[in-house]
C-alpha cells in the first residue's frame, strides 16, 4: 500500500517563501518519478513541476525561477521550496508520484497581497 502525505503549507504574505514536503510510505520505488500539482478554487489542477528517475526537473513558466523541487531518497521525501510568492500562487497544492499513479491528499498554500 502506498500512500503520500505531504505537509507545509500555509499562510504568507506575498514575496515570502514555503516548503512543501511529502513523504512516500510503501514502496520507495515509487519516488522515482515524482510531480507537484496544484488546483486554485474554480480552476483545473495544473502541473508545477516534476522530477524524474535521473533528477532532471521541469517547472511551468508560471514558476520557473521561483519554485525548486528536489527529494531525498533517504527519507522517502519529496520537496517543493517556494520563493518569492505570489497571490497567484494561492492553491491546493498535492504531490504525486507518477511512477506509481497515486496523489497526496494536499496541503493549502495561502498568499496574501
Known amino acids: 500500500q502506498v500512500q503520500l502525505v505531504e505537509s507545509g503549507g500555509g499562510s504568507v504574505q506575498a514575496g515570502g517563501s514555503l516548503t512543501l514536503s511529502c513523504v512516500v510510505y510503501g514502496l520507495p520505488w515509487c519516488m522515482s518519478r515524482m510531480s507537484w500539482y496544484r488546483q486554485a478554487p474554480g480552476k483545473e489542477r495544473e502541473i508545477v513541476s516534476g522530477i524524474g528517475s535521473d533528477d532532471t526537473t521541469t517547472y511551468a513558466d508560471s514558476v520557473k525561477g521561483r519554485f525548486t523541487i528536489s527529494r531525498d531518497d533517504t527519507q522517502s521525501t519529496l520537496y517543493l521550496q517556494m520563493n518569492s510568492l505570489k497571490p497567484e500562487d494561492t492553491a491546493m497544492y498535492y504531490c504525486?508520484?507518477?511512477?506509481?499513479?497515486?496523489w497526496g491528499q494536499g496541503t493549502q498554500v495561502t498568499v496574501s497581497s
Open positions: 504525486k508520484s507518477d511512477q506509481c499513479n497515486r
